[in-house]
């Protein structure tokens, strides 16, 4: 029961900020307004793998170290799926992929994208298709490359620089202009600073892992 009603929290806690900007959009459901919903779906999801990868007691009592390691390797494909679709209702709606704002956005993007590819290949230990293969390629990559696993566990750290990156994508795109919608910056921004001080405090501190 703790890890449904988890699972639903986690899977729900986008609800509040997308109904915020859907909202003020008027409420209607055309491809931009979604693209916009998405995105915020997107973001606060991004927001949450840090809250994750900080080993927090509330989830590790409510999935285990196992099962939140399992989602917070899972989660991110079905991330970069809704990102890939907000970009690609923007675009539809109009909206030019060379402005400042589309630019940051598309660097956390491929950012994120690489940093998932990279653990995927050389940090997972969950099971997952075509392991056997995987693990081979991880073995060679590791001598060739001299990899280590504290190196690997570094470069997977380049995901605290894309939500950074991805909070100014935010706070630029026209829909978080204070004037027009401060609840929605404002509850970006304070989720982000969350994230991120969560998981800062978990590293200065050891990464220490609580008890379930």
């Not at 491929?110 to 293969?133: E, W």
Request: with cysteine.
């Amino acid at each position: 029961m703790k890890r449904i009603l988890f699972l639903a929290a986690y899977l729900l806690s986008p609800a509040i900020p997308v109904a915020i900007y859907v909202s003020s959009l008027g409420g209607s459901i055309d491809p931009y307004t979604l693209s916009v919903g998405l995105g915020v779906y997107a973001f606060i999801m991004i927001c949450n793998q840090l809250i994750l990868a900080s080993r927090p007691g509330f989830a590790v009592s409510a999935l285990g170290i196992k099962g939140l390691l399992t989602l917070h390797g899972i989660a991110p494909f079905f991330i970069l799926a809704i990102a890939a679709t907000h970009r690609m209702l923007k675009e539809l709606s109009g909206f030019p992929d060379d402005t400042v704002q589309a630019t940051f956005g598309a660097v956390a993007l491929l950012t994120f994208a690489a940093a998932v590819v990279f653990a995927l290949l050389f940090i997972a230990n969950f099971r997952m298709p075509f392991q056997a293969a995987i693990r081979k390629l991880r073995t060679r990559a590791a001598e060739a490359f001299k990899l280590t696993y504290k190196a690997s566990r570094a470069f997977h750290n380049v995901t605290v620089a894309a939500c950074a990156v991805l909070v100014t994508h935010v706070l630029l795109a026209s829909s978080s202009a204070f004037s027009a919608n401060p609840a929605g910056a404002a509850w970006m921004a304070a989720w982000a600073t969350l994230a991120i001080g969560m998981f800062l405090r978990y590293r200065i501190r050891g990464r220490p892992t609580p008890k379930a």
